[in-house]
């Protein structure tokens, strides 16, 4: 196998051309398209040059789309000490920009996470909205945090004498969803926050980003549990959760029945099979077909009221009757009969509704009790959402080892709340959290990311101090995750490259002798490699003890068959290459200079050499 150079690549725009190529392969010629071609292909489905269409537009969204396929030159770098339980849990949290984290994300959870919920800022007039760099929005936001040289505002507020106030915010929006759709299993679904300022805009947006066919409904959450009756005109009581699916194979979940659904089920008559509950036998509306007497127990004929008739045809109600399906009370003598409904015949629980009150979903009054309670009194953070929300969307849309993604994490109110739900059903969902180090003025909690941490480890401490001495403990990994941070990558050409073609930055890289930075860490190229790979932040990483002349780690995943070994000594002996028991699939990464020609020649004959 031949020998390939180790670079940082994201591949939001390849793995969209790879697609497009495998459709029209004819307009593509070594990885380029040939324009002419493609339009030919496409014939009479192109669009006039001047036509006119429907859809959402706004001053920027070019901009805006251009934004999402400019490559990241950021990775995450690990955080260690940050976390709980960090070496066996595969909850994440990270903490930066979520545009580039989602870049950084696209290659190793494409079509891997299985929920998405969003509660961005709503554009009251008052919000802060990060304002996307277009030149170099990793250093923007480098400098922005104070890890570069000058530091600066994170957030600017937009306000309504903004002329471009709605369309800072949709240009906000676009990238960070188109790069979301992409990470979507195909069952998978995204729920998004939003209230009456940006709700028009948000359909349509998510409409062009997921396509009309995929909206799955407006959930109304009864946000306030009283009125405000301090209100100017009409007190306004609630918000939306917005959800669209990725795909068909996207299956509501139904509810488990309260309490009270399942005392509706009664058994007056010891039926054997079980509890049922009774519906009428009469429908209101007269059908001729349909009206015609039925004997009772007790001989009475009976008809149905007037105006009215029975619910189904003579022959199907004698089916029934004789199968004892229908109840015509305790002594027979009844003249208005019920269908019985057997609890044991019925679908596993109900279908959702769209109407969510502030009894099961809870209330924005509640949130803010819920933080602050465990943050012992203490204001934490000024606009949680309700626990029970969040957990009304994994009770109708998670499987139960579902990766649960929030992008605009806040207090990571959906950390606590899968950990929770986990414990609840017996589930092992994991979570991954992502917050920009927003500053808070609070020399404690210096940031929201800060505060979003923090909430996870008091979350973690009180279930477990619940949890003590009870048999019923979630598995391993549920309760405890890891930190990450967004920062510039190790390789010096995409760190210091500022323009957007690639084959410069290619070209850099072939000019230098080291493609890394001076003073790379070891933990933190690990990471870096894992996701140039594609492998995800909660892959086993594991050091290998056997090999005693060199430093090698693996790493494995679920969702890949092959391995990945990372060496990155200065020198690997010859015993490490003899050692090593790959297959033509495994990886192996290195540095350059590590090895031999003689060495080179056999690991490229035995697995995929990546050099560096
Ligand atoms: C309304 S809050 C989310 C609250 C959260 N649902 C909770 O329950 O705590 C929105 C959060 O998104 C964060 N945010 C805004 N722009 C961001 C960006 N570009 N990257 C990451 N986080 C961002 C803000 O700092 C803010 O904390």
């Known amino acids: 196998m031949p020998i390939t150079k180790l670079r940082p690549t994201y591949t939001f725009t390849e793995d969209r051309l790879k697609e497009l190529e495998s459709v029209v392969p004819e307009a593509f010629a070594d990885g380029k398209i040939n324009w002419d071609t493609l339009q030919e292909a496409l014939g009479e489905h192109l669009e006039e040059p001047d036509a006119e269409h429907f859809g959402l537009s706004w001053p920027g969204k070019r901009e805006a789309r251009r934004l999402a396929s400019i490559p990241s030159r950021g ?27 989602l870049k950084l994300l696209q290659k190793s959870y494409a079509g891997r996470v299985q929920v998405i919920y969003i509660d961005p800022p709503y554009n009251t007039g008052g919000d802060f909205i990060y304002s996307d760099d277009f030149s170099e929005p990793l250093e923007a936001y480098l400098r922005r945090t104070g890890q ?30 188109r790069l979301a759709r992409a990470l979507l299993t195909e069952d998978g679904a995204i729920f998004v926050s939003i209230d009456d300022n940006e709700y028009h805009h948000c359909k349509c947006l998510m409409d062009e980003v997921f396509g009309p066919e995929r909206y799955l409904a ?68 007269f059908r001729p077909r349909d009206y015609y007497p039925l004997t009772n127990p007790a001989g009475q004929k009976v008809l149905p009221p007037e105006g009215s008739s029975w619910r189904r045809p003579r022959d199907v109600i004698e089916k029934l009757e004789r199968d004892n399906r229908i109840w015509w009370g305790r002594d ?9 409904q057997y609890l044991s015949e019925v679908k596993e629980g109900v279908v959702p509704t769209t ?21 012992g009194g203490r204001r934490g953070f000024e606009t949680p959402k309700p626990l029970d929300l969040m957990r009304r969307i ?7 080892d579902a990766i649960v993604l929030d992008f605009f994490a806040g207090s990571a109110t959906m ?163 003899d050692q ?33």
């Not at 007190?235 to 509810?255: G, I, K, Q």
């Not at 969510?356 to 924005?364: E, L, Q, R, V």
């Not at 401490?461 to 403990?473: A, C, Q, Y």
């Open 148 to 177: 570069a040289d000058e530091k600066g505002e994170l957030l600017t507020t937009n306000t309504r004498a903004d002329g471009r106030f709605h369309s800072n915010w949709l240009s906000m929006m676009y990238p960070r969803l």
């Open 332 to 340: 027979g003598t009844s003249t208005f009969p019920f269908i019985k």
């Open 355 to 375: 109407w969510w009150d502030y009894k099961f979903a809870g209330s924005t009054r509640r949130s803010r009790k819920e933080i602050k309670e465990l943050f």
């Open 75 to 101: 990775t995450l770098v690990p955080l260690p000490g940050q976390g709980v339980d960090e070496d066996t849990t595969r909850n994440i949290f990270i903490e930066g920009e979520n545009l580039e984290v």
């Open 394 to 400: 994994l009770q109708i849309a998670s499987q139960p």
């Open 580 to 612: 090593l028991d790959l297959t033509t699939n495994d990886v192996f990464v290195c540095l350059d200079a590590a090895l031999t020609d003689q060495s080179k020649m056999r690991l490229s004959d035995a697995c995929n050499l990546k050099v560096i």
């Open 218 to 285: 407006t959930f109304v959450w009864q946000s306030r549990d009283t009125p405000g009756n301090d209100a100017k005109g009409v007190s306004t009581t609630h918000n939306y959760v917005l959800a669209y699916s990725r795909s068909d194979a996207f299956r509501v979940r139904r509810l488990p029945r309260t309490k009270k659904q399942l005392q509706n089920y009664k058994n007056p008559d010891n039926d054997p099979r079980g509890p049922w509950l009774g519906t009428p036998l009469t429908r209101g509306e």
């Open 415 to 577: 950390a606590q709340a899968v950990m929770l739900f986990n414990r609840e059903d017996g589930g092992h969902r994991h979570f991954l959290m992502v917050q920009l180090p927003e500053p808070t003025g609070d020399s404690d909690l210096p940031t929201i990311a800060e505060i979003g941490k923090d909430r996870i480890r008091r979350a973690i401490l009180h279930m477990r101090t619940e949890d003590e001495g009870s048999f019923d403990m979630p598995p391993d990994g549920n309760l405890g995750f890891r930190c990450y941070r967004l920062d510039r990558s190790h390789f010096k050409a995409w760190r210091d490259y500022q323009g957007q073609d690639l084959d410069t930055v290619q070209t850099r890289f072939d000019q230098f002798e080291s493609p890394l930075v001076d003073g790379w860490q070891l933990q933190d190229l690990l990471t870096e490699i894992l996701l140039i790979e594609g492998f995800s932040l909660d892959s086993a990483v594991t050091r290998q003890p056997a090999f005693t002349h060199n430093n090698v780690h693996l790493v494995t995943s679920d969702f890949h068959d092959h391995r990945l070994f990372v060496c990155l000594d200065p020198t690997i002996d010859d015993a490490t290459v």
